[in-house]
Nanobody, 124 residues
Framework: QVQLVESGGGLVQAGGSLRLSCAAS????????MGWFRQAPGKERDFVGA????????YYADSVKGRFTISRDNAKNTVYLQSNSLNSEDTAIYYC?????????????????WGQGTQVTVSS
């Protein structure tokens, strides 16, 4: 089992950047595929991106491709989401999630563990 805690959210102006972190407990972090999702008010939880257990493979939603970058440091049990060129449509609660599935997935039900989320608000 793994517990996930996100941090790094906040208020940022349009065009700005934020780096979100997700710290994981447990000694098996490096075996999990990790994903980032977001949920805006009144909307469903949307896939943002995912990273393989080794960190060598990443996968992004079209809406963030080229602006967001996922990375991980298995020695620190942490996964990161670097988000650049933010706009108002990026405003949401951002969640990290851990998956034991064999491949990267954009589907929330393929993830076994979730953090509590961190709020990102982009002002125009």
């Amino acid at each position: 089992q793994v517990q996930l805690v996100e941090s790094g959210g906040g208020l940022v102006q349009a065009g700005g950047s934020l780096r979100l972190s997700c710290a994981a407990s447990g000694r098996t972090f490096s075996s999990y595929r990790m994903g980032w999702f977001r949920q805006a008010p009144g909307k469903e939880r949307d896939f943002v991106g995912a990273i393989s257990s080794s960190g060598r493979t990443t996968y992004y939603a079209d809406s963030v491709k080229g602006r967001f970058t996922i990375s991980r440091d298995n020695a620190k049990n942490t996964v990161y989401l670097q988000s650049n060129s933010l706009n108002s449509e990026d405003t949401a609660i951002y969640y990290c999630a851990a998956s034991t599935a064999y491949s990267l997935s954009a589907t929330p039900n393929q993830y076994d563990y979730w953090g509590q989320g961190t709020q990102v608000t982009v002002s125009s």
